[in-house]
C-alpha cells in the first residue's frame, strides 16, 4: 500500500470547511502532522472536498516543508498518528531533508490539432502531394492514398508533439531540479508534467513558463498550476496495520 505523507505543524482553519484542525507531533519533535477530527468514513474527491484539502496544504506550504498525504486518508485514532510518525521516521527524516525548500509546479500542454495540422503541410512536400491529388481526384485508387496520407499525417503530427515537449522541457530544465512526465489526458494534450524547483527560483520559473507558452502562442494552450507540495516526488511505503484509509461502509 503506498500512501503519501504530510508532514507539517500549525495551519490556519480552512474557510472551505469548519473541522478544526490541530499539529500532531512527532515524539522527537521535528515533525508533526497536520490533522483533523472526522469521522472514519470514505470521502468522496469532490471539487469541493478537494479544494478543502489542497486549500490546508498551500496554507501549511507558506512556511513549512510540507510532504503531501494522498487525499481521503484517514488514520483511526491520534495512536495511530503518533505510531505512524515514529514507524516512518527514517523515511520522512530523510524526504524531509531532500525537500526542504523545494516545491511543485504542474505544466498541462494542449495543442490545437489543426494549426499544427496546416504547420505540417507546410513542411512535409509528400503530405501536400497527396492532398493535392487525391483532391483533383488524379489518382486511379484514393482510398490507398487516403490511408498513406493518413499515416504520413500521423506520424508528422507525432514529431510535432515531441519536438514541442523537447522544447519545454530544454527550456524550462535549468530552473528544474526534477521532473516527471505523466501520462498525457486525451488527444489534445501532448505534455502532463511535474517539476521540481526550488522555492527561491520560483518567480524565475515563472517567467520561463510565461517565456514558452508566448513563443507557441496560437499553437499550444498552457495549463499551469502551483506551487504545490512535492505530490509527484514524494512516495513512502507504510506498512500499518491500524492505521490507513478508512474501509468502505
Given at each position: ?122 513542411e512535409h512536400e509528400e503530405i ?57 489526458i486525451g488527444d489534445k494534450m ?37 506551487p504545490w507540495p512535492p505530490y ?18
Amino acid at each position: 500500500m503506498h500512501h503519501r505523507v504530510r508532514v507539517a505543524a500549525h495551519v490556519r482553519p480552512s474557510r472551505h470547511r469548519r473541522a478544526r484542525r490541530r499539529g500532531v507531533h512527532h515524539p522527537l519533535r521535528w515533525s508533526a502532522a497536520v490533522v483533523s477530527d472526522t469521522p472514519v468514513v470514505v470521502y468522496d474527491p469532490t471539487r469541493e472536498n478537494a479544494l478543502a484539502h489542497e486549500r490546508v496544504n498551500e496554507a501549511v506550504l507558506r512556511e513549512f516543508t510540507v510532504i503531501p498525504m494522498s487525499f481521503g486518508t484517514v488514520f483511526r485514532t491520534e495512536g495511530d498518528v503518533v505510531e505512524f510518525l515514529k514507524d516512518t521516521a527514517d523515511a520522512l527524516r530523510d524526504v524531509l531533508a531532500k525537500m526542504q525548500g523545494k516545491i511543485e509546479f504542474g505544466l498541462k500542454v494542449n495543442w490545437e490539432p489543426k494549426t499544427v495540422l496546416r504547420e505540417a503541410e507546410a513542411e512535409h512536400e509528400e503530405i501536400r502531394r497527396l492532398m493535392e491529388e487525391i483532391q483533383s481526384n488524379r489518382l486511379a485508387s484514393t482510398y490507398f492514398a487516403r490511408v498513406q496520407l493518413g499515416r504520413l499525417i500521423e506520424r508528422a503530427m507525432s514529431e510535432k508533439a515531441d519536438s514541442y515537449v523537447r522544447a519545454i522541457y530544454d527550456h524550462l530544465r535549468d530552473c528544474a531540479i526534477a521532473s516527471r512526465h505523466n501520462k498525457p489526458i486525451g488527444d489534445k494534450m501532448i505534455l502532463n508534467a511535474a517539476f521540481l524547483v526550488e522555492s527561491a527560483r520560483a518567480e524565475e520559473f515563472d517567467r520561463k513558463v510565461s517565456e514558452i507558452a508566448r513563443r507557441f502562442a496560437g499553437k499550444l494552450r498552457f495549463h499551469y498550476t502551483g506551487p504545490w507540495p512535492p505530490y509527484n516526488f514524494v512516495n513512502i511505503r507504510l506498512k500499518l496495520e491500524r492505521a490507513g484509509s478508512a474501509p468502505p461502509g
